[in-house]
């Protein structure tokens, strides 16, 4: 491959005005397809079934699965989010090693906002900042007492990741200050991840000494209902469960049943199934149950950084060098 080549681009997200015209300026020389009914975000799918997909080289955004296995032109794809759900299926990716279609996404745009996001949950369990911002209890009140003496410093702690990428290698790097024991659960261990990884056998010892039990799993066949009744009576009472993998890893009856027995301490949720959660939910009643509507990933700028991942990897594409993030 050689930057002299035209390819043809077919693109199905929602640009900014800012994006677009970034994505056009780099990619000139290139064709670039638009979908007739773009994706509302980088997190919905764009409807299926667009003419254009059919002629186009490399695909960015929310491609159509069937669509994606049913052309013959495509060499590659890059998907604009950091879960891909829908695309991860033996199945599917045997049918793009077979065709030799690459399969990047895009975890490096969001490692730093969701990282920023876990911490701050993090931090403001740490100082009760939920009950505090609720309250004007006078100095020297019960509950200004209960409200300095509840506040638990991440110092010291220990917390167990499960589910280790980009976005756990990030929080990694931002608790070092904390001096924190960090453990990691990771379904294929690469040698590389800086912490203790701990095998599925010592699962429920590393949740059991765990003071912070952080989900940033996938959804998957694998980790749909991960975290179970089980698994939350396995952990460490009084422990915090925090969420931003995906919704449907959690037991939510199990997770309810869990705050009010009181095993858990508090949940901080950025996600949930549904989403959002409707509004008779009883964890919205939860006082410590704290939800945020999936926003983890969220940044300014985020589509221009969701072009410029993309276009840093048509970089590397056209030279043929190694992709980044790459799954197949």
């Known amino acids: 491959m050689t930057a002299t080549h035209a390819f043809r681009i077919f693109v199905d997200l929602k640009l900014t005005p800012p994006a677009l015209a970034l994505l056009r300026e780099r990619t000139a020389g290139h064709h670039l397809l638009f979908a007739r009914t773009p994706a509302a975000s980088n997190l919905a799918p764009a409807p299926g079934g667009d003419p254009a997909f059919g002629a186009a080289d490399i695909a960015f955004g929310q491609p159509d699965p069937a669509a994606v296995l049913a052309s013959e032109r495509l060499r590659w794809m890059h998907v604009s989010s950091s879960g891909i759900t829908r ?191 409707p509004d008779d939910h009883p964890l919205w009643a939860e006082p410590n149950c704290h939800i945020t509507p999936h926003i983890a990933g969220g940044h300014a700028g985020e589509s221009e950084s969701l072009v410029r991942h993309f276009l840093a990897n048509l970089h590397r594409f056209l030279a043929g060098e190694p992709l980044l993030d790459r799954v197949v």
């Not at 469960?241 to 997770?255: F, S």
């Open 87 to 277: 695309y991860d299926t033996p199945e599917f990716r045997a049918a793009l090693a077979r065709k030799k279609i690459a399969f990047t996404h895009s975890p490096s745009v969001y490692a730093e906002p969701c990282a920023d996001h876990i911490l701050s949950f993090m931090l403001a369990q740490s100082r009760l900042l939920p009950q505090a911002l609720a309250t004007r209890a006078p100095g020297g009140s019960p509950e200004w007492l209960a409200l300095r003496d509840g506040a638990v410093p991440l110092r010291d702690s220990h917390a167990v990741i499960i589910g280790f990428g980009a976005i756990a290698r990030r929080l990694v790097e931002l608790l070092k200050p904390y001096h924190m024991a960090i453990a990691a659960y990771r379904r294929h261990p690469r040698g590389d991840e800086g912490v203790p990884v701990v095998p599925a056998a010592r699962l429920d010892a590393a949740l059991g000494a765990a003071d912070h039990v952080i989900n940033i799993l996938p959804d998957s066949a694998e980790t749909r209902g991960f975290f179970s009744a089980a698994r939350f009576a396995a952990m460490k009472p009084g422990a915090i469960y925090y969420n931003i993998g995906r919704g449907a890893t959690t037991d939510q009856e199990a997770l309810l049943a869990a705050l009010r027995s009181g095993r858990l301490r508090a949940a901080w949720l950025d996600v949930s199934e549904p989403e959002p959660l």
